[in-house]
């Protein structure tokens, strides 16, 4: 049996090749093995395993080829295509039995068919996967409790359990009595993912402890919707109201494996999809697999397949808040017209959800309704009192609206507690614009320059703050290296030329004006360096 680092090295080397052919590559070159092998692993590097597995038909002769074959397989996997896997391994089971992941298709059908012993004794093989290990002992106890033991002997079992989480209590539910205020005050000293806390609500709920222990669904992050959680936590629709199956608590494990591990940097993606295809693949109806997976590929910015699995989510589903909330972000980037109506159906079911009003606030700062935004932002931070990052934008509004006494004192308010770089640099740089205190303006940039000393916009701060206190040199030094890390910045480009221009140094000045104009520049930017551009040419 080979260490898992050894079989997730396949998974890297794909992710990291250096091909350079994508998906409109010469029809007559892509049906030759080598070209089928270049566009499926550029497409596997860019997170698309779904096109890779569409090349990659069983129809392929791969008995001379094990790196296609390999590449075919595994992309299968990752996708999720786990009888289509299977049925290639068995046609070359010579090139496919190397590796702990050979056995990931007979291991996933075999637990969605509930052949646990079967099962079992593969995952014991593959032990060495991240995970596994764990995974296993909660299968060896669904074995013991289907073999119908005598109940002491079960609770004789579960008390030796080590590290006993909720998957251990709910495998043993119903058999026996435990004592259910050690093992919650246990629980809730550790950190619990979403999908744990919505087990062991379930639980709760089943023993009627659930108002009591409410606390659960309060500690889920604010991009779910947790009052309408909790008054529908009786509906049918709800998975978790009832005892679970067994499915429901292995499609569930997956799922905390590929949660877990995501925090590791040594664990590659393509790893975590296949953990949570996995739990697709074992039980559909926990959609937060698909939720977990728009993530991934969200991160990956592989926006098309993200929204594909975003739009697998039910609107009864616990997770569809947030799916709703991953495709506005998406969109908001895009397409504007599909986010707003994301975001009109986000206010018509879910107008008290935080994030609902956040993006709503966002969306009005963004439009210029700055009055409107900082109502939202009041409204939040009666609730959340600490929030900088509302804070943060309700000084920002309150700046542009030219309440800039107002906006001064919530930014002080944030420095005073947290240092926060990018409030000292939007008070450094409004300041500099007014010519107020130039000297606390150069201190506070400073400032926020030690915690992010490579920071493009905090170093074009720095550049105009001695721009304005006519320390030409520095600031074209300061504004240069702005421009190197931010290079498609109209502003940085505008406060260069404007330092060339101090300078006398004119050629510089107008090539750089002239170059902010094709960038990011809007039109109020554009219309000020075009006057300044005719005015300077007179002269």
């Given at each position: 049996?080979?260490?898992?680092?050894?079989?997730?090295?396949?998974?890297?080397?794909?992710?990291?090749?250096?091909?350079?052919?994508?998906?409109?590559?010469?029809?007559?070159?892509?049906?030759?093995?080598?070209?089928?092998?270049?566009?499926?692993?550029?497409?596997?590097?860019?997170?698309?395993?779904?096109?890779?597995?569409?090349?990659?038909?069983?129809?392929?002769?791969?008995?001379?080829d094990t790196k296609l074959v390999e590449l075919a397989f595994f992309s299968k996997i990752i996708n999720g295509e786990f009888?289509?896997?299977?049925?290639?391994?068995?046609?070359?089971?010579?090139?496919?039995d190397k590796s702990s992941f050979s056995l990931i298709p007979e291991i996933a059908i075999y637990l969605k068919n509930q052949?646990?012993?079967?099962?079992?004794?593969?995952?014991?093989?593959?032990?060495?996967?991240?995970?596994?290990?764990?995974?296993?002992?909660k299968i060896d106890n669904i074995i013991i409790v289907l073999s119908s033991p005598k109940k002491g002997e079960l609770k004789?079992?579960?008390?030796?359990?080590?590290?006993?989480?909720?998957?251990?209590?709910?495998?043993?539910?119903?058999?026996?009595?435990?004592?259910?205020?050690?093992?919650?005050?246990?629980?809730?000293?550790?950190?619990?993912?979403?999908?744990?806390?919505?087990?062991?609500?379930?639980?709760?709920?089943?023993?009627?402890?659930?108002?009591?222990?409410?606390?659960?669904?309060?500690?889920?992050?604010?991009?779910?919707?947790?009052?309408?959680?909790?008054?529908?936590?009786?509906?049918?629709?709800?998975?978790?109201?009832?005892?679970?199956?067994?499915?429901?608590?292995?499609?569930?494990?997956?799922?905390?494996?590929?949660?877990?591990?995501?925090?590791?940097?040594?664990?590659?993606?393509?790893?975590?999809?296949?953990?949570?295809?996995?739990?697709?693949?074992?039980?559909?109806?926990?959609?937060?697999?698909?939720?977990?997976?728009?993530?991934?590929?969200?991160?990956?910015?592989?926006?098309?397949?993200?929204?594909?699995?975003?739009?697998?989510?039910?609107?009864?589903?616990?997770?569809?808040?947030?799916?709703?909330?991953?495709?506005?972000?998406?969109?908001?980037?895009?397409?504007?017209?599909?986010?707003?109506?994301?975001?009109?159906?986000?206010?018509?079911?879910?107008?008290?959800?935080?994030?609902?009003?956040?993006?709503?606030?966002?969306?009005?700062?963004?439009?210029?309704?700055?009055?409107?935004?900082?109502?939202?932002?009041?409204?939040?931070?009666?609730?959340?009192?600490?929030?900088?990052?509302?804070?943060?934008?309700?000084?920002?509004?309150?700046?542009?609206?030219?309440?800039?006494?107002?906006?001064?004192?919530?930014?002080?308010?944030?420095?005073?507690?947290?240092?926060?770089?990018?409030?000292?640099?939007?008070?450094?740089?409004?300041?500099?614009?007014?010519?107020?205190?130039?000297?606390?303006?150069?201190?506070?940039?400073?400032?926020?320059?030690?915690?992010?000393?490579?920071?493009?916009?905090?170093?074009?701060?720095?550049?105009?703050?001695?721009?304005?206190?006519?320390?030409?040199?520095?600031?074209?030094?300061?504004?240069?290296?702005?421009?190197?890390?931010?290079?498609?910045?109209?502003?940085?480009?505008?406060?260069?030329?404007?330092?060339?221009?101090?300078?006398?140094?004119?050629?510089?000045?107008?090539?750089?004006?002239?170059?902010?104009?094709?960038?990011?520049?809007?039109?109020?930017?554009?219309?000020?360096?075009?006057?300044?551009?005719?005015?300077?040419?007179?002269?």
């Open positions: 049996m080979k260490n898992y680092q050894n079989t997730l090295y396949f998974f890297l080397l794909v992710f990291i090749m250096s091909c350079t052919v994508n998906k409109n590559f010469n029809t007559k070159y892509s049906n030759t093995n080598l070209g089928k092998y270049l566009a499926a692993s550029y497409s596997v590097q860019n997170g698309d395993s779904a096109f890779a597995s569409s090349i990659l038909t069983n129809n392929i002769d791969y008995s001379k009888e289509s896997a299977k049925k290639l391994k068995e046609n070359y089971p010579n090139l496919l052949n646990y012993k079967k099962a079992s004794q593969l995952i014991n093989i593959s032990s060495d996967l991240p995970g596994f290990k764990n995974l296993n002992q004789d079992i579960f008390n030796q359990i080590d590290n006993q989480d909720i998957y251990d209590l709910l495998i043993f539910e119903n058999i026996f009595e435990i004592s259910e205020s050690k093992f919650f005050d246990n629980l809730s000293k550790k950190y619990q993912t979403e999908i744990n806390n919505f087990l062991i609500s379930g639980y709760l709920f089943r023993k009627e402890l659930f108002q009591k222990k409410n606390y659960l669904i309060d500690k889920l992050h604010h991009d779910f919707d947790k009052k309408n959680i909790y008054l529908n936590f009786n509906s049918e629709e709800n998975i978790f109201k009832n005892k679970p199956s067994f499915l429901l608590l292995i499609s569930s494990y997956l799922t905390e494996i590929a949660l877990r591990n995501s925090q590791n940097k040594n664990i590659p993606s393509s790893y975590l999809k296949m953990l949570l295809e996995m739990s697709n693949y074992i039980y559909p109806r926990l959609e937060f697999s698909n939720y977990y997976l728009a993530k991934i590929f969200t991160q990956e910015n592989n926006t098309e397949l993200a929204v594909k699995k975003l739009e697998l989510i039910s609107d009864n589903s616990f997770a569809y808040l947030p799916s709703l909330l991953n495709k506005y972000k998406i969109y908001n980037k895009i397409n504007q017209k599909k986010s707003k109506a994301i975001l009109d159906v986000m206010l018509e079911k879910f107008s008290d959800n935080t994030s609902v009003q956040y993006e709503l606030a966002d969306y009005y700062r963004k439009t210029q309704q700055c009055s409107k935004a900082i109502d939202i932002y009041n409204k939040i931070l009666k609730v959340e009192k600490d929030n900088y990052r509302f804070k943060f934008y309700k000084a920002s509004c309150l700046e542009k609206l030219n309440l800039w006494e107002e906006s001064k004192n919530v930014f002080n308010d944030i420095i005073s507690n947290n240092k926060d770089p990018y409030a000292l640099n939007y008070l450094s740089y409004s300041m500099t614009i007014r010519n107020e205190n130039l000297d606390l303006a150069l201190q506070l940039i400073n400032e926020a320059l030690k915690k992010e000393p490579n920071n493009g916009y905090f170093l074009d701060t720095l550049g105009w703050v001695q721009y304005k206190r006519k320390e030409y040199k520095l600031a074209v030094k300061n504004l240069q290296r702005a421009v190197s890390i931010q290079p498609n910045s109209s502003e940085i480009m505008d406060h260069l030329g404007d330092c060339y221009y101090k300078m006398g140094r004119k050629k510089e000045a107008f090539y750089e004006w002239n170059r902010a104009l094709v960038f990011d520049a809007d039109d109020n930017l554009k219309q000020k360096i075009k006057e300044k551009i005719k005015l300077y040419e007179t002269n």
